[in-house]
């Protein structure tokens, strides 16, 4: 059996990420229904935000779901009551060591994740005793590692260097996308991008049109002397360029991101001076739909291209 | 049949990257010997060399090779008269427009592909009369496009786009790198790093050995401004990372590069002021090896990933 379906206890090793202002209860539990693994994005959420989220999850679906905690987030404390409290049975935790949290949760019985972006990181997760890793890519959206270094080339060497599950991220916007992680060692797949732009994201429909829109080579990974974030190029990042043609400073960039730009743009919609996060696959998505489909799409496609994997004109 | 071992008249689909200065007849020849794609990488070479390389290359193998020409390269004339002379059967163009030189290749009954690092020109390729192209991702080493678009997000948009074969390169270093590869929907692959660190390669003995020992994030893709390209960190990156931390112009960006940088670190083996393209896949290539064991490897683990993928635990 597929050790992230034995881990989670899902059907499919199919997880939706848990992304700022894009993963309500409504994204989460639809994802979990279908049988993979639903996250609600606690990032963006105040205390009560999120209990409110858990609740209606929990209503919404008797199958296991997980919530996302950015380990920077400052009310980090009452989101780990929340979760304890509802007995979320997984959460996935990202931006920073999960050395502190990861024992108190697992002694509340909860599952651990930990994103990382890199191979000495996965290490570093395993010795802290998560249950699994999600092994990032360059190409996915949002925050992003320092190196660079791309789906392609990071989980075949996470794969080698922990014992345990390895969940691929970036790149991955289709049943095809999935299969190749899985070709690459993967244990399952973690999929953001392409649920942002689904009917049941809480991303402004703005938002969701842009990425529908979006071509190869429209977004970027800036921002590195703070945290590198993948976004589309917009007015915003027009301006972050120009600061750095003129050599600007830390502050000075700091200044220009100002406060709240994610919210600004994925949230309230403002294509133009808000910052969007997305994936290099956004490329690939041509149409806002409900999580359900896609999530079938997912499953369908895979099948279609392992036949063909498995046909005889691949023996090679 | 697959398609690309079909137009080459080859047994595996499997292609070894025509690089400069690490791509002389005796790894081409390997290569084709044993059922694959070798290239003569004629960048490095003066019009007289390749010739050389193209007559000794005939002689060690009778089965099918091609050369690779950068299409900025100076001497470019002598270098088709001596493909046409000897009757090369396979041509790799890349570094500018196919436009020029795919109708006088064709018309001298030779099969042309074009290596791109993006959809756009893919189509164009097509446009132009190419055979197939090469869809390159931002992992792979030496000049690179633009865009930063990885192999996991190119591939499905460049097969999407075009009818002609579609060769992946970039991140592919193994079995398990071609398989997904294969997923994404490519026909076939190339790959360089690997080779460039093979026996018959004409690299220096300290670049093959720096190869061996990089590690994650060792590489950078770098000098956008000038022709991007992804090298290892080493001195000489050291200071074009200064030139920029000072905000200097292309010219003192082109100063700092000078000239013959490459063969100085590829060939002459000077690892701290040579430049040392390569891809980021060399953390995953731990030894020096013959490419007739390399290619024997690549398609042992094909087959080992392929049958893993095959087995009812990946049968969602």
């Known amino acids: 059996m597929n050790r992230i379906c034995k881990l989670f206890d899902i059907e499919k090793p199919i997880i939706q990420a848990g992304m700022i202002w894009c993963s ?3 994204l989460a539990s639809a994802v979990s229904n279908k049988g993979g693994l639903g996250i609600i994005g606690s990032g963006s959420m105040y205390p009560e935000v999120l209990e409110e989220h858990v609740v209606k999850c929990k ?3 008797d199958k296991p779901f997980a919530v996302n905690i950015p380990l920077l987030y400052p009310n980090i404390e009452e989101h780990v009551n929340t979760i304890i ?6 959460v996935f935790t990202s931006a920073g060591s999960p050395k502190k949290l990861t024992p108190i949760l697992k002694d509340a019985g909860i599952k651990v994740v930990h994103v990382v972006s890199s191979t000495v990181f996965a290490q570093k997760s395993e010795a802290a005793g998560v249950d699994a890793v999600v092994a990032e890519g360059f190409e996915a959206g949002g925050h992003n590692g320092r190196d660079e270094t791309t789906t392609m080339c990071l989980i075949p060497n996470v794969v080698k260097a922990v014992d345990i599950p390895v969940i ?15 070709a690459l060692g993967a244990d399952a797949v973690q999929v953001g991008s392409r649920f ?3 009917v049941e994201s809480s991303a402004h429909e703005n938002f969701k049109n842009k990425i529908v829109e979006s071509r190869e080579g429209d977004t970027i990974l800036t921002l590195k002397e703070l945290a590198p974030v993948r976004l589309i190029k917009n007015s915003f990042y027009e301006s972050v360029k120009n600061a750095y043609a003129r050599c600007a400073n830390v502050d000075e960039l700091k200044e220009i991101l100002g406060r709240a730009r994610a919210k600004k743009g994925m949230f309230e919609g403002d294509l133009e001076e808000g910052e969007l996060e997305i994936g290099q696959v956004s490329s690939q998505i041509n149409e806002v739909k409900s999580a359900g489909e896609i999530f079938d799409d997912f499953v369908k496609e895979y099948h279609e291209a392992r036949t063909e994997l498995l046909s005889e004109s691949a023996n090679f």
Chains 1, 2 share one sequence.
Request: hydrophobic share 45%.
């Open 196 to 198: 942002a732009a689904s």
């Open 85 to 90: 409290k509802h007995k979320v049975p997984v």
């Open 168 to 182: 691929a991220a970036g790149g991955i916007g289709s049943g095809r996308g999935m299969l190749a992680a899985m």
């Open 24 to 26: 309500p209860w409504q």
């Open 59 to 61: 209503q919404a679906t």
